[in-house]
């Protein structure tokens, strides 16, 4: 008898983003609420991703951490047509995974660590303000990227668009103003607005 994969992490977090992931799917699946605190240090846990960070993956035999790559894995698995059929649309879905852990998500961390880590009478505006500035650049590759084009790759939904929505989360989370890139704002509103990432943050 098979088992059913295993997902580890909460959805208020980054984890978010293999929740919604292994949602997209529609497979069955166990989900086992491990926050970032002292759970995600155990040694139960650590056997399972040694570095003590959300999310995880067992499949099997496979025990796999680091959110895209989880997502890659369960859209080529299970996940049909969100995963690209052809090459080179499969390496575009790679590029834009990693490019939006690399450009994207440490300048929105920044953010994130001023608004919600850090104490008010210690924030310091500049580091939001130089971070605010710097996704201008990446926003205007998107921006240019989704012109004329509804999503990242074809004419539907792919995991291309899964990773990189899930990673820009945490711009909405934050209430971040990308209202003057158009094509951005369109493309984001749609992937929010799907039904996967409403039961994923029904989630514990």
């Given at each position: 008898m ?5 997902l ?59 959110s ?6 369960l ?43 850090t104490?008010?009478?210690?924030r310091?505006?500049?580091v939001?303000e ?6 201008q ?29 899930s ?8 209430r ?5 890139f ?23």
């Amino acid at each position: 008898m098979m088992t059913k994969p295993k997902l580890f992490g909460i959805s208020d977090s980054r984890a978010i983003r293999a929740i919604w992931g292994i949602e997209e799917t529609g497979i069955d699946y166990e989900h086992v609420p491990v926050s970032y605190g002292a759970d995600s240090k155990a040694d139960d846990y650590l056997a399972v991703n040694p570095n003590g960070r959300i999310p995880a993956l067992i499949d099997g035999d496979l025990q796999l951490f680091e959110s895209m790559a989880i997502n890659l894995y369960l859209a080529r698995r299970y996940g049909g047509a969100l995963y690209p059929a052809a090459a080179a649309d499969e390496a575009r879905a790679w590029q834009w995974s990693v490019w939006a852990i690399s450009e994207v998500e440490p300048l929105q961390m920044q953010i994130v660590i001023q608004k919600f880590f850090t104490p008010e009478d210690k924030r310091d505006p500049r580091v939001t303000e130089r971070a605010t500035k710097g996704l201008q650049r990446p926003l205007q590759v998107l921006d240019a990227a989704l012109d004329g084009r509804d999503w990242l790759l074809g004419d539907a939904f792919s995991v291309a668009d899964l990773n990189v929505a899930s990673v820009m989360y945490l711009m909405k989370m934050i209430r971040f103003d990308y209202s003057g890139f158009a094509n951005v704002q369109r493309w984001a509103d749609a992937c929010y607005a799907r039904p996967a990432l409403a039961r994923a943050l029904a989630r514990p």
